[in-house]
């Protein structure tokens, strides 16, 4: 079992940055994928970044096109919190993001656990 609590997020003018927090809980966390994804109402959820569990051999991250260059995503293992930076963040970046975790070293398939999602909003 993994638990997931987002923080960060809010409203932030286009160009300037946000960096969201991911604390995980469960005896499971080194060995599970994360990433996030953010979802804008009546559309798709979509991933947005993930990165391979702690440790895990061939493990790298991942980033949707639309966010590559400007995204990081990261993992503090003695926290067990993954982060996103977000840089040059723009009005299309708008949406509630979530956390996510795969019960899995690799990022394959649907995440089994959610976070509650935070809102990002970037004005014009």
């Known amino acids: 079992q993994v638990q997931l609590v987002e923080s960060g997020g809010g409203l932030v003018q286009t160009g300037g940055s946000l960096r969201l927090s991911c604390a995980a809980s469960g005896r499971t966390y080194s060995r599970s994928a994360m990433g996030w994804f953010r979802q804008v109402p009546e559309k798709e959820r979509e991933i947005v970044a993930s990165i391979s569990a702690i440790g895990a051999i061939g493990g790298s991250t991942f980033y949707a096109d639309s966010v590559k260059g400007r995204f990081t995503i990261s993992r503090d293992n003695a926290k067990n919190t993954v982060y996103l930076q977000m840089n040059s963040l723009k009005p299309e970046d708008t949406a509630v993001y979530y956390c996510?975790?795969?019960?899995?070293?690799?990022?394959?398939?649907?995440?089994?656990?959610w976070g509650q999602g935070t809102q990002v909003t970037v004005s014009s």
């Open positions: 996510a975790a795969w019960s899995r070293t690799f990022p394959t398939g649907n995440p089994e656990y």
